[in-house]
């Protein structure tokens, strides 16, 4: 059940609490510890995948979100997410139709 939210800098997150144990968790959702919201660092690795500079990014973010990121924290988000983002680009294979010569 419901019982509160956690508040940081950026972001809002639901707490939800055992009726049972009575342990207080948080839904996982791939983006724990993070301060930033993750629509924020998800189209900060978009941006980074599409070959843009960590400046132009950095610029990007600040003029169309209003977060001011460094150098240092795309770079962090980048390297902790690249796995999972190699994982995912090997995972998905392209459907053809028709006849391949």
């Given amino acids: 059940m419901k019982a509160g ?11 939800y609490k055992c009726n049972e144990c009575k342990r207080r968790f948080i839904e996982r959702d791939g983006f724990e510890y993070m301060t930033h919201p993750k629509e924020i660092i998800v189209k900060t690795l978009h941006l980074y995948a599409e070959g843009l500079s960590l400046s132009k990014i950095r610029d990007f973010i600040w003029q169309h979100e209003g977060y001011y990121l460094y150098d240092g924290v795309i770079l962090h988000w980048v390297r ?22």
């Fill in 5 to 15: 939210k956690r508040y940081n800098k950026y972001t809002t997150k639901q707490i």
């Fill in 80 to 101: 902790k997410y690249a796995r999972l983002l190699e994982n995912f680009k090997k995972n998905k294979k392209p459907k053809i139709k028709g006849n391949v010569c």
